[in-house]
């Protein structure tokens, strides 16, 4: 199509692949956005970790407690729940829709083994918490020095 144009130059050219680039974004940037925010880092973490724990705050807002599932095996940590969609009356439709809604899964890999016995998990005003305590045989020992 634009290689029968002959007065089309260089630049026009790759101008064109630009404006088409730009409508194809715009085209599909809805289902994008909402695909993104479950798929990219939903829900959103902080992790502190000492010699004795980790500990992992996530933002789960509209998550049930009851349907958060929280897996620890070794050093991994599996985070999994589901964001229930609004749902729409008749009549209605979305004018901005930027919370997103599905499934989740987060796995985190951390600085040590988990003494999966001791985890504790603590939901409160949208903000889990939930502390990862470190087996006590993976724990660093300190070796006394004899002088001889």
């Known amino acids: 199509m634009f290689w029968n144009m002959p007065t089309l130059g260089y630049r026009d050219v790759w101008g064109e692949f630009d404006r088409l680039q730009r409508e194809m974004n715009?085209?599909?940037e809805p289902v994008a956005r909402r695909a993104r925010v479950v798929a990219e880092g939903f829900p959103p973490v902080n992790m502190w970790a000492n010699e004795?724990?980790?500990?992992?705050?996530a933002e789960v807002p509209g998550v049930d407690p009851d349907k958060l599932e929280i897996t620890v095996k070794n050093d991994t940590v599996?985070?999994?729940?589901?964001?229930?969609s609004e749902e729409l009356k008749e009549g209605e439709s979305y004018l901005r829709?930027?919370?997103g809604a599905g499934t989740f899964v987060?796995?985190?890999n951390l600085p040590f083994h988990v003494d999966g016995e001791h985890v504790g998990a603590e939901y409160r005003m949208g903000i889990l918490q939930i502390r990862l305590p470190r087996r006590?045989?993976?724990k660093p020992k300190k070796i006394a020095v004899q002088a001889g």
């Open 26 to 28: 715009r085209l599909f």
């Open 52 to 57: 004795d724990e980790v500990l992992l705050t």
């Open 78 to 84: 599996i985070l999994r729940g589901e964001r229930p």
């Open 97 to 99: 829709q930027e919370r």
């Open 106 to 108: 987060r796995t985190f």
């Open 136 to 138: 006590e045989e993976d």
